[in-house]
């Protein structure tokens, strides 16, 4: 079985700082690895995702996120965050091949100005 | 392009009751898949429809059960609703034959039980 921590449940930042979402997770299998985002009353949004290859990988609006296989880690990462990245993000991963998303709990990030 | 759609939005049921919601996948899509999200936390696996059968299930009572229709569209079905149904129930479609075909998700209904 797969599973996934988020070792920060809130992250207020300020506009225009870098942000950082930490991501672990635990899988005796190769594994795919994902980051969604959840704006209020909306559903999950994919913003990138790591299958093979290249351990850094960039998604949409400026966010990227480094697959760490030695530490288990997909930390997720944006140099300068704008007040609309405030949201709820979520990490999942998933066995290679499946479609069955183990996800985090959830970080909820809030960028002030 | 039509995405995922899901229906009711919003639904508030009593204990015991049954509930049904209903999913339309992205165009062209062909699988299927529920999630429940209760307050705070992330989204846990139902199951998956493919062919309209059941693929893979989660860690959930057979109470919740769930259907496929040849249109590719699906519905999820609780029994004997419990305080803790209550929850925002994701619907996400991919599509098989496409290798890593992410998922996309609607925007969930919102079922209370009270």
């Known amino acids: 079985a797969q599973s996934v921590t988020q070792l920060d449940s809130q992250v207020p930042v300020f506009e225009e700082a870098p942000v950082e979402l930490r991501c672990n997770y635990s899988?005796?299998?190769?594994?795919?690895l994902f980051w969604y985002v959840q704006y209020p009353n909306q559903g999950l949004q994919l913003l990138l995702k790591?299958?093979?290859?290249?351990?850094l990988v960039k998604g949409i609006n400026g966010f990227e996120a480094e697959f760490n296989k030695s530490q288990t880690s997909f930390h997720l990462r944006k140099p300068s965050v704008h007040i609309s990245d405030t949201a709820e993000y979520f990490c999942?991963?998933?066995?290679?091949?499946?479609?069955?998303?183990?996800f985090g709990a959830g970080t909820t990030v809030t960028v002030r100005a | 392009d039509a995405g995922v759609t899901q229906s009711p939005t919003h639904l508030i049921k009593t204990r015991g009751q049954q509930v049904t919601l209903r999913c339309s996948p992205k165009?062209?899509?062909?699988?299927v898949s529920w999630y429940q999200q209760a307050l705070g936390q992330g989204p846990q696996f139902i199951f998956q429809y493919y062919e309209e059968e059941e693929r893979q299930r989660g860690n959930f009572p057979d109470r919740f059960s769930g259907h496929q229709y040849p249109n590719y569209s699906s519905e999820l079905n609780v029994n004997a609703l419990l305080l803790g149904d209550s929850a925002l129930y994701l619907c996400a479609s991919s599509l098989v034959s496409v290798s890593n075909s992410p998922l996309h998700f609607g925007n969930g209904t919102r079922l209370t039980v009270t």
């Open positions: 165009s062209g899509h062909d699988t």
């Open positions: 899988s005796s299998v190769s594994v795919y």
């Open positions: 790591y299958l093979s290859g290249s351990t």
């Open positions: 999942a991963v998933t066995p290679s091949g499946n479609y069955k998303l183990s």
